[in-house]
């Protein structure tokens, strides 16, 4: 089993933390683009009309029995529009996955994520870590969406929210290459951090 990367960025800062996972993890790194630059209006338009964007993908080279671990922002609780024509093109032939964002955070939780996750993959995710820039800030007071919303993340930041990630992910794919005892299910950790 490879582990594999599959990441998708509108600020730069899923695409910093891909990169840093995929050097620690030793994996694969596939990057999601597209060929004009993304506007805000065009996130919401999509959001809005439940549109799938044209994206930059092959997944040439991806086996059933790969881990994929996506890496992409959330927008407005929901998993980045640009992953919807990956998540189609993967569904039938996807193994074990896991879903790691950082997103704003303002408005707190993504409590739909993991069932959205499921619905787009047909399997609910082996880890799903929704990391927040709000958790970054200061608590006082109180991060609201103009002060996450053009975030970049630091040298820190991108070192802190690895080392997260990648104890969640040798911990799942440990999981995944232990034998299962009797009636254990290993469908789903969840770690909102």
């Not at 790194?29 to 799938?52: G, Q, Y």
């Not at 029995?65 to 039938?92: E, M, N, Y």
């Amino acid at each position: 089993m490879k582990t594999i990367i599959i990441s998708y960025s509108f600020t730069g800062n899923n695409d910093a933390l891909a990169s840093s996972i995929a050097v620690a993890l030793d994996a694969k790194r596939i990057r999601i683009t597209e060929s004009k630059r993304r506007t805000t209006a065009a996130i919401f338009m999509d959001i809005l009309f439940h549109r799938t964007p044209q994206v930059v993908f092959t997944p040439a080279g991806i086996h059933p029995d790969d881990f994929l671990i996506f890496l992409s922002p959330v927008w407005v609780g929901g998993v980045a529009t640009p992953l919807r024509k990956c998540f189609k093109l993967l569904k039938k032939r996807t193994g074990p996955y896991a879903f790691i964002s950082i997103s704003g955070g303002a408005a707190g939780p993504n409590a739909k994520l993991g069932n959205e996750l499921a619905k787009r993959m047909g399997k609910v995710p082996a880890a799903l870590l929704d990391m927040h820039i709000a958790d970054l800030l200061p608590q006082d007071p109180k991060p609201q969406r103009n002060d996450t919303a053009g975030y970049q993340l630091s040298a820190k930041d991108i070192q802190t929210l690895t080392h997260q990630a990648v104890k969640v992910l040798h911990e799942t794919l440990k999981k995944y290459n232990e034998k299962p005892r009797n009636g254990e299910n290993r469908d789903f950790l969840t770690n909102q951090l």
